[in-house]
């Protein structure tokens, strides 16, 4: 399966630094099923523009600039396509029976209420039968976002996001944020 995020991209990052595609920063801790002491969270999505709205969202106008990212010199903000098996084993948080079993209520897996899930991240991943979760998004619905641990997704492909990107247009039309340029 192809999974999709995006990240601070620097084209002669090395393997394990910041700007390559498959790094991870390991400071983490604020996202909603982090638990860094017991594993590092990819945080990917199922299709692109969910990836990319997921970390825009909160912007109220999109523009070029968004995706400049200061932190890591040299680095703009990309998309990367990553997979992962077909069969990779993880609790989907979006079906009903999976609630029922781990006693949640839908409202407690999309609520930001990080104490709670990331209570519930770390007993799933102590069952130690799972590589990670599947949810669907505050922002949009019908976009699945995963958390993913103890996994090493194939790079496939980064693609360099600007405001005409299809992925960046689709997004920003799912929540109705006006593009400027």
């Not at 390991?26 to 523009?49: F, T």
């Not at 680095?75 to 948080?93: E, I, K, N, Q, T």
Request: hydrophobic share 40%; net charge neutral; aromatic share 12%.
């Amino acid at each position: 399966m192809l999974l999709y995020r995006v990240f601070p991209h620097r084209p002669a990052a090395r393997p394990g630094t910041p700007g390559h595609p498959s790094y991870v920063h390991p400071v983490q801790g604020k996202g909603r099923w982090d638990n860094p002491q017991h594993y590092l969270a990819w945080y990917v999505a199922s299709d692109q523009a969910s990836a990319v709205g997921e970390v825009f969202a909160h912007l109220a106008t999109w523009r070029e600039e968004m995706f400049e990212f200061p932190h890591v010199p040299g680095s703009r903000r990309a998309l990367g396509v990553y997979r992962l098996p077909d069969d990779l084993p993880y609790v989907d948080l979006d079906d009903a029976q999976t609630l029922v079993d781990r006693g949640m209520r839908p409202s407690q897996v999309i609520e930001r209420n990080r104490p709670y899930t990331q209570d519930k991240a770390l007993e799933i991943y102590r069952e130690q039968r799972w590589s990670g979760l599947r949810w669907w998004s505050f922002h949009r619905p019908q976009w699945r976002v995963w958390c993913l641990w103890d996994v090493a997704p194939v790079v496939e492909e980064v693609q360099r996001l600007d405001i005409a990107h299809v992925a960046v247009r689709d997004a920003a039309g799912a929540l109705a944020r006006p593009v400027a340029g």
